[in-house]
């Protein structure tokens, strides 16, 4: 259990925020498979504020997408307020910031990352957004550094959140500079929970139960949250809460039933996005499904030349392994 003020989640499993990934479909999918809490991909508080169309389609959700949290990013403190103030007010369970995005679009101006390297503005970003907020947890999500791997970057932008009245803090264990590359520092999260009273989220490299209970047992932290290891694999929530509660390690579909989720998922998208949209962003999300498989380097290539939705449903039908292929083993190892 983790209690964030006035949202209490019965799992330790929190399901990070992906631009690009974590929208309505993925999510109703998840929940379909066990996920308790998630986010909307990153908002920017600039384009909220000013209320623009794009904004509001990544705030697309329906009754059964709860709880969901809202993350938002920019680095003007006083727009950051108002749009925590909106996020509020749209029903979000919770108001998290982004101190972690490491793409120049964002940091360039000050957001993100670099905000990991100005704890008085981080500080001024925190008021802010408390002084607005009446109910819900607001809490940050940060690397461990923007540069500097020993992780007392983090720890210092960690303290002044709690500080200013922040429920609970989540640490990427890489730098901005490492962007996905290397290992993420599970003892840089340990360092982080170590310096703090409020919960700590651990992040980073978690795709299986074995490793959330890695992370917990290194770190020390308070919950875990899982991003790409969730991409085409809802089975990972079952096989970590598992995990977490000494159970057996919960096996990921084989491949016929891993197919079913995936069609579900894209009449999902199309459903939720349109078809155009829907065509453009499922070629990615078909082939996270079958990573694992052999075949799946020309799956892939198939799905990237369908000129229709048609077709792709047609090429996940399609889609056979040789009699006798056994299951991929991931996830298994505890
Ligand atoms: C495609 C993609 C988009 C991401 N978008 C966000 C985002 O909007 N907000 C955020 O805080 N982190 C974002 N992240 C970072 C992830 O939430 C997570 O911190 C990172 O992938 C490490 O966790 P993992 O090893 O479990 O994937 C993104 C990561 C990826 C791969």
């Not at 977490?244 to 197919?259: S, T, Y």
Request: one cysteine or more.
């Amino acid at each position: 259990m983790i209690k964030l003020k006035s949202l209490t989640l019965k799992s330790k499993i929190i399901q990070s925020p992906m631009a690009g990934c974590t929208d309505l479909a993925f999510r109703l999918i998840a929940r379909a498979h066990g996920m308790e809490f998630a986010f909307l991909e990153m908002i920017s508080a600039d384009a909220l504020v000013r209320k623009t169309y794009k904004t509001f389609e990544l705030m697309k959700s329906v009754e059964s997408d709860r709880p969901l949290g809202a993350q938002l990013v920019g680095c003007n403190a006083q727009t950051m307020g108002e749009g925590a103030e909106i996020l509020e007010g749209l029903g979000f369970d919770l108001i998290d910031i982004n101190f972690g995005c490491p793409v120049p679009k964002i940091v360039s101006p000050g957001g993100g990352s670099a905000m990991l390297r100005e704890p008085d503005k981080a500080r001024d970003i925190f008021r802010a957004i408390i002084r607005k907020v009446k109910t819900v947890p607001v809490t940050v999500k940060m690397r461990k550094g923007y540069n500097d791997t020993s992780g007392d970057e983090a720890v210092r932008i960690a303290k002044i959140a709690e500080e200013e009245g922040l429920s609970a803090v989540t640490v990427h264990g890489r730098t901005r500079a490492q962007g996905y590359s290397g290992t993420a520092d599970w003892e840089a999260i340990g360092k982080v929970k170590a310096a703090l009273k409020i919960p700590v989220i651990g992040n980073g490299d978690v795709n299986s139960g074995g490793d959330a209970l890695k992370l917990m047992a290194v770190s020390g932290c308070d919950g875990v949250m899982i991003g790409r290891g969730a991409l085409g694999n809802p089975w990972i929530y079952k096989n970590i809460e598992g995990a977490l509660n000494g159970a057996a390690a919960e096996k990921p579909a084989n491949f016929e039933a891993r197919k079913k989720v995936v069609l579900r998922h894209l009449e999902l998208a199309i459903q939720t996005e349109g078809e155009r949209l829907a065509y453009l962003k499922s070629k990615r999300m078909i082939c996270w499904y079958f990573t694992h498989y052999p075949g799946s380097h020309e799956f892939r290539a198939s799905v990237n030349r369908a000129g229709s939705l048609h077709e792709m449903r047609d090429l996940i039908h399609a889609y056979h392994l040789p009699p006798g292929t056994p299951e991929p083993d991931f996830m298994l190892a505890q």
